[in-house]
């Protein structure tokens, strides 16, 4: 885990893949408060060199909207939903460094399996505030 990646910068030979929207569950640290989000982004930087390979990963967080000031929280993968979002990343790799052909339908999308209260709140969420959402 990289906190520090950004989208669209990446260093000499690095190539980049954006999972979006998977479906995250995420507690409050403050108030212990649980909320879904089925808008949680994940940027992934990966490199390959001399046989071998890199990725670095940053997940998006989100902060509670009930606490004043609270801190962003990582969310938490069901099983289902981590086997798609690798399986999509390998798919990006065999794309880019092996340069097998991947089509978009290939790619699996991150499956909703809990219900989603409300709309997406843009000013608690750190993929919104860094442009990613």
């Known amino acids: 885990e990289d906190d520090t990646l950004q989208v669209h910068v990446l260093e000499p030979g ?13 507690q409050c640290s403050q108030c212990f408060r649980e909320w879904s989000s089925a808008k949680v ?24 909207r009930r606490c004043p000031n609270p801190p962003l929280e990582e969310p938490m993968f069901n099983q289902e939903t981590m086997e798609r979002l690798l399986h999509n ?3 990006k790799i065999l794309k880019y460094f092996y340069h097998m052909h991947v089509q978009s339908s290939d790619l699996l999308e991150v ?16 993929g919104c505030q860094l442009g990613i959402c």
């Open 89 to 91: 990343l390998v798919l």
């Open 111 to 126: 499956v909703v399996d809990a219900p989603v209260a409300g709309p997406h709140d843009s000013t608690r969420c750190e």
């Open 41 to 64: 982004h994940i940027l992934f930087h990966m490199h390959r060199h001399r046989g071998k390979g890199m990725v670095r990963m940053r997940v998006f967080r989100q902060a509670c």
């Open 14 to 26: 690095w190539k980049e893949f954006v999972q979006r929207r998977a479906f995250g569950r995420f």
